[in-house]
């Protein structure tokens, strides 16, 4: 079913019924670029680099329309990071609340002026001593 689904995507039909990419066989996707191909190499991987980078989105650019229609449905009293999954999410939000640990294992804090820094909800002592 896996590889049906794949196949439909790159070289499916549309609602025109014209034909979807069909130029690239899957082994010359799976080549390296260098080579003439588009270097697929672990879907699972990509579909998570391109989650994540929708996360990031959402910690960095408040303003964007699609951050600020998310969070009003989804984390409207606290930040991505701090989300829950909430009661029935869709689809597209399940996906990206989950790539939460991607993000949250590879962002530092850059301190800068420290406006934005709470520092009374931060565990600042790894051992909890005072």
């Known amino acids: 079913m896996h ?16 034909k979807g990419i069909n130029s690239m066989s899957w082994e010359r996707l799976s080549i390296h670029k260098k080579e003439g191909g588009l270097s697929f190499k672990n879907l699972h991987t990509f579909n998570d680099a391109m989650l994540g980078k929708q996360a990031w989105e959402f910690m960095t650019e408040p303003h964007n329309i699609v951050t600020r229609l998310f969070k009003a449905k989804y984390f409207n009293k606290c930040d991505f990071l701090d989300s829950k999954i909430g009661h029935n999410p869709s689809y597209v939000w399940r996906n990206i609340w989950g790539a939460k640990r991607v993000v949250s294992e590879g962002y530092k804090w850059i301190i800068g002026l420290g406006i934005d820094i709470c520092v009374w909800d931060q565990r600042l002592l790894m051992d909890g001593g005072v």
């Open 3 to 18: 590889s049906q689904v794949l196949n439909s995507f790159w070289w499916g039909y549309n609602k025109r019924n014209t």
